[in-house]
């Protein structure tokens, strides 16, 4: 009895030391990590470049009742790329003349000549993600989109933001013809 009570205390202490070494080794491990220095990127939004100006973060509206999937910038073309910055989407649009681009989620740039009128302006800071291919970049946010707009460059003739009437809209307009027609 004596020999299985003078293993067990044996034991006893061995975790004991093991149990101090570890706790040891994890203080040292992560004082010697909190005395370096993090890296960490800070994004921020991007300015435009001329002609472009930034207009906002807006919500994407995909996911909202009634639009069927329809985006907040339609109607346009779209690029997805590993490389995106804010400067490459807009070269991009306006390359293919659009008025609006946004970008979306890192990576997803849209061009399109209309804003959706589902769509609202977001807190800056709901555009929150750093662009894939230049980390100090904002590149939109989930369902955001970090938006520039193109301003024309000729005299007097400034780009007005149009936005695409809600289907909804466009029906309810549609049916109050038909019965004021009706009523003539």
């Not at 590993?82 to 989407?89: F, W």
């Not at 466009?170 to 019965?179: E, K, M, P, S």
Request: proline content about 2%; aromatic content about 8%.
């Amino acid at each position: 009895m004596a020999s299985s009570t003078l293993f067990s205390a044996r034991f006893l202490v061995l975790i004991a030391s093991i149990l101090v070494l570890s706790a040891q080794a994890f203080a040292q491990s992560t004082s010697s990590t909190a005395s370096q220095p993090a890296s960490t990127t800070v994004a921020s939004i991007f300015p435009g470049t001329s002609p472009w100006s930034y207009y906002g973060c807006w919500n994407e509206t995909t996911l909202i009742t009634g639009t069927n999937g329809a985006r907040a910038l339609g109607g346009g073309v779209q690029e997805d790329l590993t490389t995106m910055t804010a400067e490459l989407c807009m070269s991009f649009c306006k390359s293919n003349s659009y008025t609006f681009a946004g970008i979306e989620y890192t990576r997803e740039c849209y061009c399109a000549n209309y804003l959706n009128s589902l769509s609202s302006k977001l807190p800056d800071s709901s555009c929150d993600l750093g662009c894939v291919g230049n980390g100090t970049q904002i590149c939109g946010g989930n369902l955001a989109l970090t938006i520039y707009q193109q301003k024309s460059s000729t005299k007097g003739a400034g780009t007005k933001v149009v936005r695409e009437a809600h289907v909804g809209s466009i029906l309810a307009l549609g049916i109050a013809i038909a019965v004021l027609l009706c009523l003539a």
